[in-house]
């Protein structure tokens, strides 16, 4: 079985936290990128099957991960520290994180072993690596591969404009239609595990 890169973005979001349809538009554009191996310090798609998928649940994000042979976990979606917010907030099992919630699976409900040598995952989500917990170090602890999130304790996804996706302003198709929209992103990618590497889009 080939190897398998998994794109995964998460439902838009509800109320004021609704992103339209970036997250879809990101993960796609971000298949392109992997694909042409334009994407600093993401592994080599050579030969590998890449896939983009939309995870409405936790379970959802697992049958995503069960098939195994992951090379390459990314997922876009909401985040804040210590949660991946991937469905429906008040929905059961639409959250992942550390606690026993109604709305929360732990992270520990993830598969295990799916993953190749030299494998990592990278969460495009806001504050994703900030603070003691986040959830990319809870993934790092769990699964035992490299987890990069985002450094930042404030901002927003992929972009510098901090109204957007925030409760000030939603997504619009001008905001979808700029190429360069996620290279002006006023944000950091660090790896969890081990000495910061700092990386800027």
């Known amino acids: ?11 838009q979001g509800e109320g004021v936290h609704n992103a339209g349809l970036l997250f879809q538009w990101a993960a796609t554009t971000h298949k392109k990128e992997v694909i042409q191996n334009a994407f600093p310090g993401v ?16 379970a959802d994000l697992v ?26 907030a008040a929905t059961a099992g639409s ?13 520990t409900g993830l598969p295990v072993g799916k993953f ?8 495009f989500g806001c504050r994703s690596g900030h603070g003691p917990r986040s959830i990319a170090g809870q993934l790092h ?4 591969i490299a ?13 510098q404009d901090a109204s957007l996706g925030h409760g000030q302003r939603s997504v619009t198709q001008q905001d979808i239609n700029q190429s360069n929209f996620k290279r002006g992103a006023d944000t950091w990618l660090v790896p969890i595990n081990g000495t910061p590497k700092f990386r800027r889009f």
């Not at 992942?96 to 732990?106: F, K, N, R």
């Not at 602890?141 to 035992?144: A, E, M, P």
């Open 1 to 11: 079985m080939p190897r398998r890169f998994v794109i995964v973005y998460g439902d």
């Open 43 to 58: 592994p080599s798609s050579g030969g590998a099957t890449v896939e983009v998928l939309h995870v409405r649940s936790v």
């Open 63 to 88: 049958r995503a991960m069960s098939a195994g042979n992951i090379a390459y976990l990314a997922y876009f979606g909401h985040s804040w520290d210590s949660y991946l917010f991937i469905g429906q």
């Open 95 to 107: 959250n992942l994180g550390p606690t026993q919630a109604p709305t929360v699976t732990p992270v």
């Open 116 to 123: 190749v040598q030299n494998a990592q995952i990278r969460l």
């Open 141 to 144: 602890n769990y699964l035992g």
């Open 147 to 159: 987890v990069f999130g985002y450094e930042n304790s404030g901002g927003s996804l992929l972009t």
